[in-house]
Structure formats: C-alpha cells, structure tokens
C-alpha cells in the first residue's frame, strides 16, 4: 500500500503564493519509488474533480492543465519521498480541495481514473 498525506492549503489572496506538499509513504512505495507517477487534482464546489499536474517520479517531462500552465509547477523531493506543487498568481477559480495521488507506473496519466492512492485533500481559497 502507498499512503499520501497533503499540506500547505490555506487561505491566500489572488496573485499570491501557496506550495503543498504531499508526503508518501508504505513500503511498495519506499522500496520501488522510481516506479510511480505523481498527480495533482483538484476539485471545487459543485464541480467535477480535475486534473492538475503530473509528473513521474524519475523524473523528465511534466504535464499542467491549460488553466494553470506558466504558474504552477510539480516537482519532488527524492530524499523526503515528498511531491509538491508551487502555485504562483493565484486566482479566485483556483479555488479548490487540492488532492494528491499515485499510479504504481511511471506513465504519467491525466485521468483520475489511472492513479491507484489518494491523499485526503487539503483545502486552498483564493480571495479575490
């Protein structure tokens, strides 16, 4: 089993800064982590979850959603087993339950249906 656990949610104004983290854990994942792929989905109210950013854990390309391309960016931290994702000019529609997740292979997906563990969410609000 793999377990994720999100931080750095909060409330912020538009145009700042958050970064969350998400902390994974479990031995199939300590013992072969270059075999996942990381995810950032997010979820507002009333509306379907959606895809964020992604990347694999041995790193190379990443993938962003149109809508946070150029001020979002998804990396990792080998040595803490941690993923993150830096929000930069922050706007009101960002506005979500930001969750993390893993896919136990190195594809990267864009569909919240290829990734096998979630996180529980951490809240971000954007004031306008």
């Known amino acids: 089993q793999v377990q994720l656990v999100e931080s750095g949610g909060g409330l912020v104004q538009a145009g700042g800064s958050l970064r969350l983290s998400c902390a994974a854990s479990?031995?199939?994942?300590?013992?072969?982590?270059?075999?996942?792929?990381m995810g950032w989905f997010r979820q507002a109210p009333g509306k379907e979850r959606e895809f964020v950013a992604a990347?694999?854990?041995?790193?190379?390309?990443?993938y962003y959603a149109d809508s946070v391309k150029g001020r979002f960016t998804i990396s990792r931290d080998n040595a803490k087993n941690t993923v993150y994702l830096q929000m930069n000019s922050l706007k009101p529609e960002d506005t979500a339950v930001y969750y993390c997740?893993?896919?136990?292979?190195?594809?990267?997906?864009?569909?919240?249906?290829?990734?096998?563990?979630w996180g529980q969410g951490t809240q971000v609000t954007v004031s306008s």
């Open positions: 997740a893993a896919r136990g292979t190195s594809t990267i997906a864009t569909n919240e249906v290829g990734y096998d563990y």
């Open positions: 990347m694999a854990w041995s790193g190379g390309s990443r």
């Open positions: 479990g031995r199939r994942f300590s013992s072969y982590a270059m075999g996942y792929a």
